[in-house]
């Protein structure tokens, strides 16, 4: 099985840019699709973005569409966030995790997650 690790966040402000990194320890990454989700205190863990096994298919959430682009490296076993032109309603915990199912827009369609990366936006 895969073991996603999550890294990039911290404390940005608004209209500025952070890249999010996730690896994968134990199976590679390349067999799996992946996804990056989003929880911020007291909101249920929310969709951000995902992308196919081959890197050729990508899906985001209306809220961050055209701001945030969801990459993978198969050499590298790496799957990226790419966040521009933040906003404060961007803070959170952000989550990379990985699946077998196609389509996958649901936390419960994953089975493997990691243990998240802070992202603050201030204004």
């Known amino acids: 099985q895969v073991q996603p690790v999550e890294s990039g966040g911290g404390l940005v402000q608004a209209g500025g840019s952070l890249r999010l990194s996730c690896a994968a320890s134990?199976?590679?990454?390349?067999?799996?699709?992946a996804g990056w989700f989003r929880q911020a205190p007291g909101k249920e863990r929310e969709f951000v973005a995902t992308?196919?096994?081959?890197?050729?298919?990508?899906d985001y959430a209306d809220s961050v569409k055209g701001r945030f682009t969801i990459s993978r490296d198969s050499v590298k076993n790496m799957v990226y966030l790419q966040m521009n032109s933040l906003k404060p309603e961007d803070t959170a915990v952000y989550f990379c995790?990985?699946?077998?199912?196609?389509?996958?827009?649901?936390?419960?369609?994953?089975?493997?997650w990691g243990q998240g990366t802070q992202v603050t936006v201030s204004s």
């Open positions: 134990g199976r590679s990454f390349n067999y799996y699709n």
């Open positions: 992308i196919d096994w081959s890197g050729g298919i990508t």
């Open positions: 995790a990985a699946t077998s199912r196609w389509p996958a827009r649901s936390p419960d369609d994953y089975n493997y």
